[in-house]
Structure formats: structure tokens, C-alpha cells
């Protein structure tokens, strides 16, 4: 009797679920399979974060998300990025004025763009600024205990990655 009542729960609960519309996993767009991610543009004097952060972008797409990456030519969608601003601030100076601990900040424009109709299926800035530093990717790095500004790019790229995939899930 305690076990067919517990069936019973059972099966009602995964009619429930199933039938209220969840989901496990990423809600992503039903038409699109394929997505071609070019080096992002990038205007700043800093060597190498443009490739750094697309590298960053097509790695998180791989393990993250359903989407194959293909050539522009046959790709479903295509995700152009433009690196709008890169900043590095001092936090904390030595007695000798020299850098104790720094702060990396990049900020980003993404264009997600369905290839087949030219609409645009998502758009976002990731900028710098003091009331938006939460939405760029922002790094702390001390070189006094062996951080590097090589380091501190690869997190900054890292993390603004992450957020730009985070795009490329379906709206509810």
C-alpha cells in the first residue's frame, strides 16, 4: 500500500513538472544549431585580448552550450564582439610608489545576428564605468606575489566570456 501511494506520488509529480513547461538545461533558440564566432575587434594598443576573448568566447560555446562552431559561410548565426574599452587601474601602491595590487577592466559590445534573415536575435554592452563595473569583466592581479597583466587578461577574457554566452540562452 506505502509503495503504490509512493508511485502514485511519483508519477504525479513528473506529470506536474513535465507538464508546467520546465526544463533541465539551457533554453536555447529551437531553429538555431550552428554559430560562427570571428576575432573580435578591438581598437585599444593592448596586444592579443581580442583573440584571447574570442578563444575564451568559442571554448565557453563548446563546453556550455548545444551550438557547433562553423565557417561564416554555413553557419546558422554569426556572434561579432568589438573589445570597446580596456582599463588598467592602480589599487594599491608600496611606500615606493610602486604598483601593489592592479585591476584590469574590459568592456564589450556582442551582436548576435541570425545569418539566414539579417535579425539581429540579441544584442549587449558590457561597459566600464563607476556605476556599471559589475557588468564588465573585472580582474584584480598583484605582481609583488607573481601575477602577471598576461594572467590577468586570460581571467578578464574568462569571465567576459561567460557573460557573453549567457547571452545565447533563450528568454523565458
Known amino acids: 500500500m506505502f509503495r503504490r501511494t509512493l508511485n502514485s506520488i511519483l508519477v504525479f509529480s513528473i506529470v506536474a513538472i513535465?507538464?508546467?513547461g520546465y526544463t533541465l538545461g539551457t533554453q536555447t533558440l529551437h531553429d538555431v544549431r550552428t554559430v560562427h564566432v570571428p576575432v573580435f575587434k578591438s581598437e585599444s594598443f593592448r596586444r592579443n585580448l581580442d583573440y584571447l576573448l574570442t578563444e575564451a568566447v568559442q571554448r565557453e560555446i563548446r563546453t556550455r552550450t548545444p551550438y557547433r562552431l562553423e565557417d561564416a559561410d554555413i553557419a546558422?548565426?554569426?556572434?561579432?564582439?568589438?573589445?570597446?574599452?580596456?582599463?588598467?587601474?592602480?589599487?594599491?601602491?608600496?611606500?615606493?610608489?610602486?604598483?601593489?595590487?592592479?585591476q584590469l577592466m574590459v568592456g564589450a559590445?556582442?551582436?548576435?545576428?541570425?545569418?539566414?534573415?539579417?535579425?539581429?536575435?540579441?544584442?549587449?554592452?558590457?561597459?566600464?564605468?563607476?556605476?556599471?563595473?559589475?557588468?564588465?569583466?573585472?580582474?584584480?592581479?598583484?605582481?609583488?606575489?607573481?601575477?602577471?597583466?598576461?594572467?590577468?587578461?586570460?581571467?578578464?577574457?574568462?569571465?567576459?566570456?561567460?557573460?557573453?554566452?549567457?547571452?545565447?540562452?533563450?528568454?523565458?
Open 109 to 172: 559590445e556582442v551582436t548576435w545576428v541570425d545569418r539566414r534573415s539579417g535579425q539581429i536575435l540579441h544584442q549587449q554592452t558590457f561597459p566600464i564605468g563607476p556605476e556599471l563595473t559589475q557588468q564588465a569583466s573585472n580582474v584584480s592581479f598583484a605582481p609583488e606575489v607573481g601575477h602577471s597583466l598576461a594572467t590577468a587578461q586570460q581571467e578578464a577574457a574568462t569571465r567576459l566570456a561567460a557573460r557573453i554566452v549567457d547571452l545565447m540562452e533563450a528568454p523565458w
Open 18 to 20: 513535465a507538464g508546467c
Open 76 to 102: 546558422d548565426t554569426i556572434l561579432k564582439g568589438k573589445i570597446v574599452e580596456i582599463r588598467k587601474s592602480v589599487l594599491s601602491e608600496t611606500r615606493y610608489d610602486d604598483p601593489r595590487e592592479l
